[in-house]
């Protein structure tokens, strides 16, 4: 696999290219785009909701910002991983390139948009009187978690969607439910113990948890913790490769 | 010790209404039984090898199942029986204008493509200019790919495929493109490859250009193979008559 990664760097290359040339082609703010709208998300969130859910609660502003960073990115990711195979057909079934690549090559992009929106929330962390502490580092595991989970994710979306158009759909309005379930923009404090336990089995939340976790709260997660967020990812990159070795030699039948 | 080995290929192809059902009607399918896939069978036990230097011509009628052998050749197909063995690097042009993304310079097409045939970043740096200039595309160089007419087009993909001198190359209907001016410098193009020991295949309904170039010959028909050998005239013949009618060729028996 490493090998014959390096063997297609070039490629790689120049589809991570390709990609980002195509999506900020004649827009004025480029790539400002991409962080701009988890921050409109953002202030929306905040202006509509802090009399709500925000009462009584410090650093309300962070604890939303956690759950739009992550939900953001994985919504990008997956939506946009999903069309990734589908839009190259034209590529694959005239030159022999392996295909997760074009899957790969989407998920760098929105790798560096994370990236960017990241660096935003730290500043806001500064504003909102967030005091930085060495735990921060720990934040690379769920950002490594989510990146796989992703990519595992878009493989699944991506070969489903060869097969069957629907999934788009059924994605757009799934995503919007998990939105929801993902305790954005509110507390899980009021359930019960029992329920509160239930919101992990939603893998988007566990992410956005153990953010908060650190970052609000300064503690570092359970084992437990980390362990079910591994679960998630091998379990997502476990079905997803398992699709595309069975799959491979057949997606050009369909497309 | 052949360059290209292929043997007793076959290919299914699956066909029928299943690519255009959704989930629904493909669950409601499948609890009753009646999802079905028809199969079709573009090639049929097809088996030759090439040495290296030989120029393949691969001539049949239209469905005779050249494209999809190519594409079981340079890989992008798992044959369903059969096995395929190459030897080296192989760059396939099928379709020469697709795969170009049109909202993509000349320059930025130029390269994705050089990657998509293997080609390594330096080597792509180094040979830039000789791909630009065989092309004849030097003013065209920044603007977008889809401002380019389909000749320039393929003139393009030619060059990219052309200049890099890979050990195998295929070539499906790639010579019948460009002006007549750049068709002379393509095959000129295509002799200098042949000779300096590249193993070539060309699809190509012009038999002339088969008569002229090639020094072996597989004639396809309906994905049956009926001939394969170095008598390229003769074969080349045989399937004139057939195309005039005079000739009634006979399908083996499986």
């Given at each position: 696999m490493i090998e014959k990664l390096k063997r297609h760097q070039f490629l790689f290359e120049e589809l991570v290219k390709r990609d980002f040339m195509k999506k900020y082609k004649r827009t004025v703010l480029g790539m400002a785009w991409s962080v701009l709208s988890p921050l409109m998300m953002l202030l929306v969130m905040r202006l509509v909701f802090t009399q709500f859910f925000g009462r009584g609660m410090d650093h309300y502003t962070t604890y939303l910002f956690c759950g739009n960073l992550i939900f953001s990115c994985f919504n990008e990711s997956t939506s946009q991983g999903m069309t990734s195979l589908m839009g190259n057909a034209s590529i694959f079934t005239k030159v022999n390139v392996p295909k997760y690549l074009f899957l790969l090559s989407k998920n760098v992009q929105t790798l560096i948009n994370f990236g960017l929106t990241l660096c935003v929330f730290f500043v806001f962390c500064l504003l909102d009187h967030i005091t930085f502490t060495w735990k921060f580092i720990l934040l690379l595991y769920p950002v490594l978690c989510l990146v796989l989970f992703n990519i595992g994710v878009g493989m699944i979306l991506s070969a489903l969607f060869v097969f069957f158009r629907d999934v788009q759909y059924l994605w757009t309005i799934f995503t919007q439910l998990l939105m929801y379930m993902s305790a954005i923009f509110y507390t899980v404090d009021r359930y019960s113990p029992l329920m509160q336990k239930m919101f992990y089995l939603n893998p988007v939340y566990a992410f956005i948890s153990y953010f908060r976790k650190i970052v609000i709260y300064g503690t570092i997660p359970t084992p437990w913790h980390h362990g079910l967020m591994l679960l998630y990812v091998a379990l997502a990159l476990g079905i997803g490769c398992l699709i595309y070795k069975k799959y491979n030699t057949r997606f050009l039948y369909y497309v | 010790m052949s360059i290209l080995e292929v043997n007793n290929v076959s290919i299914r192809y699956m066909t029928g209404d299943f690519k255009d059902i959704g989930i629904k009607e493909y669950i409601t399918r499948r609890l009753r039984g009646k999802y079905e896939v028809k199969k079709f069978w573009a090639d049929k036990n097809v088996t030759f090898s090439l040495e290296k230097g030989d120029m393949l011509g691969i001539i049949g009628t239209n469905g005779a199942g050249k494209s999809t052998l190519l594409k079981a050749i340079s890989g992008i197909m798992e044959p369903t029986e059969g096995y395929v063995k190459r030897e080296g690097t192989i760059a396939a042009l099928l379709e020469?204008?697709?795969?170009?993304?049109?909202?993509?310079?000349v320059r930025e097409n130029t390269y994705l493509r050089g990657a998509m045939l293997g080609y390594t970043r330096k080597f792509m740096n180094e040979m830039y200019d000789q791909i630009i200039e065989f092309a004849d595309l030097k003013e065209f160089?920044?603007?977008?790919?889809?401002?380019?007419s389909s000749g320039m087009k393929s003139r393009l993909a030619f060059s990219i495929a052309c200049l890099v001198q890979p050990d195998i190359l295929i070539l499906d209907e790639v010579l019948s493109v460009g002006d007549g001016a750049f068709r002379r410098k393509s095959e000129a193009k295509m002799k200098e490859i042949i000779y300096s020991g590249a193993t070539s295949i060309l699809v190509s309904h012009s038999l002339e250009q088969v008569r002229e170039m090639c020094t072996k010959i597989l004639w396809l028909h309906k994905g049956h193979q009926i001939e394969f050998g170095d008598d390229v005239q003769g074969i080349c013949d045989r399937y004139q008559e057939m195309l005039d009618g005079k000739r009634k060729i006979t399908i083996p028996a499986n």
């Open positions: - | 020469l204008a697709s795969g170009f993304d049109g909202d993509l310079t160089e920044d603007r977008p790919f889809k401002q380019l």
